[in-house]
């Protein structure tokens, strides 16, 4: 199969960016080792972001009349 050399769409960037996120939030201890500082601060972001969301949650489904 041959390649075409062509730029890349809008989506096709969407989908890559969203598959690295996810495997460098699988993947920590290699994502650290490779990310630059900055890069390493979206990681801990990614993960501040996700436990709040998911705390957020479990309380409303488990006391929805305390909010």
């Known amino acids: 199969m041959q ?3 062509r730029p890349s769409t809008s989506p ?4 890559i960016f969203v598959g690295r996120l996810l495997a460098f939030c699988a993947h920590p201890v290699i994502a650290w080792r ?3 500082p900055s890069g390493r ?3 801990c972001g990614g993960y501040a972001a ?3 969301v998911t705390i957020l949650t479990l ?3 488990t006391r929805p009349a305390a909010f």
């Open 3 to 5: 390649e075409i050399d």
């Open 12 to 15: 096709e960037i969407f989908v």
């Open 41 to 43: 601060l979206v990681v």
């Open 59 to 61: 309380l409303l489904l």
């Open 50 to 52: 996700a436990a709040y």
């Open 34 to 36: 490779v990310l630059s």
